[in-house]
């Protein structure tokens, strides 16, 4: 008796949500529909048009071709008010025009808007399936705050018109789970991934720094403790690092930097990507006070540089079962220890960075990812 042959799965109409086109979020949103468009799905974007720069809006054109379901730019303000209700309606409207199987809201504003766009079309007795990403910001949320009383108030109302939660990391999830319960919709943990380019290793300059710094120019990402390890390995013995980036912290760390007379030691060259930075410098530092999956560690790692991270947020489980140590976010005794070791050792940096690279390449894929993502969407669908 033969067994009939299975047939192939519909392919999913699908939109992507979320407000400002920058960092490791946008990132994860191109990377998602990309491959989801080249796998057959029907794929579109929602974004902020406000926050937009050259780099975002090139990223944006280059990937709108594979759109199917095309590249909305509304007006999307990132504090709360009155334009967010205009906001969600317009998304309404092209979730309405477009007849969606999913819509999946990534970030605190693209999540609410997914999630309002889906209660109005409900109220209308229309069906889609709305999938939510947070992608850190709001987890950070300390619970009895404020703050976190508020994100826990809504999340808790917003699960209700929820099908479904993605996490990128274990530490996400449980984050969510402190402030908004256990309860609720289906969720699931499905890490970030890379493209197969990002494996590509990358050598350092003949003139690259010891150090390399890559991020956000706050101070919730450590820098002010990256320069206080650096002063005092600089009063010992030769050492240099490059500081990548911007922000709103910019100029007190270069103020500290000068206070700490490091103006042979430290220099700051703005913003750039992170696969031009990498040549720069010989080890990649880490030294945030909190983060939730930082895109940076995964490319460091596949590109074979040696990394100095904390004991924070996702990190752990990018490194998991590889001998990368972590340290106490904070303390710059416990950096400068690290970091001395790095120039005492530089083969053994190395050999670990080796180690690190092979991990990464065998669990965090974008493929990996989209798997799971849509499986998940599928399973969800399917009750």
Do not use: C
């Given at each position: 008796m033969s067994v009939p042959a299975t047939l192939p799965e519909k392919p999913l109409s699908i939109l992507h949500v979320?407000?400002?086109p920058v960092g490791g979020l946008f990132r994860h949103v191109l990377d998602l529909s990309r491959e989801q468009s080249r796998r057959g799905h029907a794929v579109g974007i929602v974004a902020d048009s406000t926050s937009a720069d050259t780099l975002t809006m090139k990223r944006l054109a280059d990937i709108s071709p594979s759109l199917r379901l095309g590249l909305s730019l509304i007006p999307m303000r990132r504090q709360p008010g009155v334009g967010d209700a205009a906001a969600a309606r317009s998304i309404m409207k092209i979730a309405h025009a477009l007849d969606?199987?999913?819509?999946h809201g990534h970030g605190a504003k693209g999540g609410a808007y997914a999630r309002l766009a889906k209660a109005w079309l409900a109220a209308r007795g229309e069906r889609v399936r709305v999938f939510y990403t947070p992608h850190g910001g709001s987890l950070?949320?300390?619970p009895g705050t404020a703050a976190g009383s508020l994100f826990t108030?809504?999340?808790?109302a917003m699960g209700r018109v929820t099908d479904g939660l993605i996490f990128e990391s274990q530490f996400a999830l449980k984050a969510y789970e402190r402030l908004a319960g256990a309860g609720g919709p289906p969720r699931r943990v499905i890490p970030n991934g890379l493209r197969p380019e990002d494996f590509a290793v990358r050598a350092p300059d003949a003139a690259a720094a010891d150090f390399l710094f890559i991020g956000e120019l706050r101070t919730l990402k450590g820098v002010d403790v990256l320069l206080e390890a650096l002063a005092q390995i600089a009063a010992r013995r030769p050492v240099r690092a490059v500081i990548v980036g911007a922000g709103r912290d910019a100029e007190t760390f270069k103020a500290q930097a000068q206070a700490l007379e490091l103006g042979d030691h430290a220099s700051?060259?703005?913003a750039m990507p992170a696969h031009e930075a990498f040549a720069l410098g010989r080890c990649l530092v880490v030294p945030s006070r909190a983060e939730s999956f930082p895109y940076?560690?995964?490319e460091a790692g596949a590109a074979g540089l040696p990394l100095i991270a904390t004991d924070v947020g996702g990190i752990p489980e990018i490194v998991a079962g590889t001998q990368t140590a972590l340290i106490a976010p904070g303390s710059a005794d416990a950096l400068a220890e690290v970091m001395?070791?790095?120039l005492d050792d530089?083969?053994?940096a190395y050999a670990r960075a080796v180690e690190l690279r092979e991990a990464v390449q065998a669990k965090f894929t974008v493929a990996a990812m989209t798997d799971g993502v849509v499986a998940f969407y599928r399973s969800v669908i399917a009750r």
């Open positions: 979320m407000r400002a969606l199987d999913v819509m950070h949320f300390k108030v809504l999340e808790r700051f060259l703005g940076v560690v995964l001395d070791r790095v530089p083969d053994g």
